[in-house]
């Protein structure tokens, strides 16, 4: 990545990133998760830097005028997160117009709870941001609990030009992004928020395992199957210390890449082969 830090006259960092590979899409939520784990290590403030304006526009306090950090007159009201503020070094939206700006809504309003939450619980503080949006962020855990579990066929991270229906990783993704919201709500203070969203968590967690159960593995889709996929989703539900999956989950994922291990690793699922990823 090829990032600028900027900043408003209250000195709050802002966090512009350049995706390397993506036509040049800056503060993209899915290009800056990948990395989150090396922000948490490094310098957590950082996470803090790259939410707060992908915040600040599903809130829309940055349109208003022409002193605005991002001069343009747009409404967001989408209920789930956006997936990209522009094409770097201009946020100026430009996606909009291509109707790009929202295209992955499950993975990326998952993204910015897991982020929230882990940067949350690496400070051991109640983040800056958070009185500002916990509004937002609750709009997005009651996105993933309506549309989390079994998601219709969207572009993703994994398929960023298409989707696949009933996508078992994206579900993982989207129920330990609840889990997520119950650990922001703990860090808050919010323990009956807590113990609602962990427990909507871990029902559908516990309903995942049989949507997606085939037999010695799960399947990459919940109606296909057969198939199977890396569940690399996973590491949030550790890192996070959810515990929303058991351990027999791990163990049987495990088993089943070391049984599709290839010359260059484990493929990303069944319907292709490692050289191609």
Known sequence: YDGKLGSKT??????????????????????????????????????????????????????GDFLSPFPRNITYSEPYCPHYLGEYPDAGLQCWEKDECNSMPIEATADVLLMFAAASLAEKKVPPTVEDYFAILTRFAEYLIAHGLDPVAQPSFDYPKGGVAHDANLAMK??????????????????ECETAYGKTALDYASKWMKMADDGEHYRLAYDQPGSWSLKYNL???????????????????????????????????????????
Not at 28 to 54: K, Q
Not at 185 to 191: P, R, T, W
């Open 174 to 191: 989207a129920i330990i992004g609840i889990g997520a919201y119950a650990k922001i709500c703990a860090v808050i203070g919010l323990h």
């Open 10 to 63: 209250s000195a709050q960092a802002f966090l512009f990133s350049k995706g390397c590979s993506s036509a040049g899409h800056t503060a993209s939520v899915v290009d800056n998760f990948p990395a989150s784990p090396l922000f948490l290590y490094y310098n957590v403030d950082a996470i803090s830097a790259f939410l707060r304006p992908i915040l600040m526009f599903a809130n829309n306090e940055t349109y």
């Open 235 to 277: 590491l949030w539900d550790q890192l996070l210390g959810t515990k929303l999956f058991p351990a027999e989950v791990y163990e049987k994922e495990i088993l089943e890449y070391r049984r599709r291990t290839e010359k260059y690793g484990w493929p990303l699922d069944s319907s292709r082969r490692s050289e191609e990823r």
